[in-house]
């Protein structure tokens, strides 16, 4: 397997058996020569938007205060003490897609997002921890990172944030543009802006199984059939009427008991909710929408793209795409697993799909969640 530079020159089998959830890992020039993807007045700007997560987090005077964006306005860029932080960059820039892609040795499944954080000079949002896996890229002027860890995870109360009480830090860094810290679950750490600072944190999904066990059982709600009514026809006269019977919950009990699920639905679920777009997340379709033949001609000439937005899965016969479902036979699937692993078809690939696949691909490109490749010989002809 191929060594990789964000990995410090660690082949992704070595970095997971080493140090995914088990130890931090600092990695120098992890992406040499890095720039910032986004200007600040281009973050500042996404911040402003109402379907951007962000978050202003200032700590002044020693009181932490958080906003939630939008944002419309920003403190002075003069003053210390505050960062904005902005979720999902990937959803709104391609070079962050992209970013966020050269982390793909994990799963989909598991990688989240890109978000990006602005710091003024000391700024930073207090020692705390996560409970996922991180990468923290320096994308700009430096930060000092304090880790450690710490076993005490009690937190000061009363506080906006979730602020570590006791953190006894155990290494400190200072990263410049283009270094990585990776960091497990749980790790504490406090980082602080040395001077104007970017950081780049590509996290990734842990759901609680308690938050997936009560989604499995809205999501089994659908498929529950218990046919007939309760009834006590040998129901003898009571000299307790506000008691609930034996009887009663005995047959209650058996019908629940019923209630049966298989890998299939758990897989299923699964797909689904992992998935299913945040809340915050919006499709735009074509603004000139295409006949099917019209799509058909053209996917052949230039293939397909999921959009930046668009996460897609695949388990057994079943295809996942932004929280639906799909059983395919075998031959379609090959077009699909294509797709969902390179978030792309060629022409040569999307002229292989089968009229289902076809039919499939039209309306995902009618409702926004492909969009249609370029054309190479426009391309050519454009950089000649």
Known sequence: MKKLTILGGLTPAQFLRDYWHKKPLLIRQAMPDFTPLLTPAALFELAQRDDVESRLITHFKQQWQVVNGPIEQLPALTQKDWTLLVQGANLHHDGADALLRQFRFIPDARLDDLMISYATDTGGVGPHFDSYDVFLLQAHGQRR???????????????????????TPEQEFVLEPGDMLYLPPQYT?????????????????????????????????DSIDLPGRYADPQLA??????EISRDMLAQIADELNKVRFTKDDIAIFVGKYLSEPKANVFFESPPRPLTLVRFSTMLEKRGVVLSRKTRMLYRGKHVFINGESFVVGR????????????????????????????????????YGWITLGRNPLLSSKAQK
């Open 237 to 242: 006269p009571t000299k307790h009427p506000a």
């Open 189 to 221: 750490h406090d980082g602080s802006a040395i001077g104007e600072c970017m950081t780049y944190s590509i996290g990734f999904r842990a759901p609680p199984f308690q938050e997936l066990g009560e989604a499995f059982l809205r999501f089994m709600a």
């Open 331 to 366: 031959a379609d699937k090959a077009s699909l697993m294509l797709l969902a692993d390179q978030r792309m078809l060629d022409c040569a690939d999307a002229s292989n799909a089968s009229t289902d696949v076809l039919e499939a691909l039209y309306t995902w490109h009618e």
């Open 145 to 167: 990172w304090k880790i450690g860890a710490t076993q005490d995870l009690t937190l000061v109360e009363d506080s906006a944030l979730k602020i570590l009480k006791n953190f």
